[in-house]
């Protein structure tokens, strides 16, 4: 089992991601308008729905996008993570200059466009994995691209996985558009990059968006483990145990 340097890990997160040791402010819920809308994969049309949003649903604006029309990275009820037109949303309910200020992400994916889009293995029963947890964090071992293993911090405050650059040259990523990311010490600019596959468990979500940046003081951890992976199933942690599990939604 890892063992890491949680004193120093805890106090190092608790500076660059105050997501994870304190709640912050967050912006208004989007309310979806009276046709209703759709969630997408991508800001446009053509990167396919991936949910039906029911009119007067609420929803938790992530990050707004200006490119292909305006659209609205948000987070339904359900858990679901994706992007909505900002014109199917009420108007008087879009908190644009906001989010703005806070963080930019590209108007189209980042890498090419014939780049497979993201899809999941099916999983029938679930599956359960150790981790090693200390409070609020949570180091959980994946399997990246299929072929590295290594660990990632489970954070349900990012919205995007994060891989350092190390692994990144190890599994030759490919590095896209740039995402402002919004953190204790001001704003910074990181690439994206998409990983074939990331694994947990029996857990697999294949082309995955990554942010690629350095912020571990432990080379053994390599990564966040954001929402547009855990998002994608039901997760429960055994504190007991020392266990993640991760079901099908």
């Known amino acids: 089992m890892l063992r890491i340097r949680l004193p120093l890990l805890l106090f190092f997160f608790a500076l660059l991601f105050p997501s994870l040791c304190a709640d912050g402010e967050s912006p208004p819920n989007l309310t979806v308008g009276e046709s209703g809308a759709y969630l997408y994969a991508f800001q446009g049309d053509e990167s396919g729905t991936i949910a039906k949003l029911e009119q007067g649903e609420k929803l938790i604006p992530l990050a707004h996008a200006v490119g292909k029309g305006s659209w609205y ?37 980042p890498l090419s466009n014939d780049s497979p889009p993201v899809s999941v293995t099916p999983i029938q029963n679930g599956t359960t994995v150790s981790v090693e947890m200390n409070g609020s964090i949570v180091v959980v071992p994946v399997v990246l691209n299929r072929s590295l293993k290594t660990y990632m911090i489970m954070d349900t405050g990012s919205s995007f996985t994060t891989v350092s650059p190390t692994i990144a040259k190890k599994l030759g990523l490919r590095l896209g558009s740039r995402v402002s990311v919004l953190t204790a010490n001001g704003t910074i600019s990181v690439p994206l990059a998409r990983l074939d596959s990331l694994k947990v468990g029996n857990a697999e979500v294949h082309g995955l968006l990554v942010t690629v940046q350095s912020f571990s003081p432990d080379p053994r951890v390599d990564g966040l483990l954001g929402l547009n992976f855990l998002s994608r199933f039901h997760t429960s942690i055994d504190s007991r145990r020392q266990a993640l599990t991760l079901a099908p939604r």
């Open 73 to 109: 990275m948000v987070k339904t009820g359900k858990g679901i993570i994706g992007w909505v037109k900002s014109s199917e949303l009420r108007e008087g309910n879009r908190p644009d200059k906001t989010l703005e200020e806070t963080v930019s992400l590209p108007s189209s994916p």
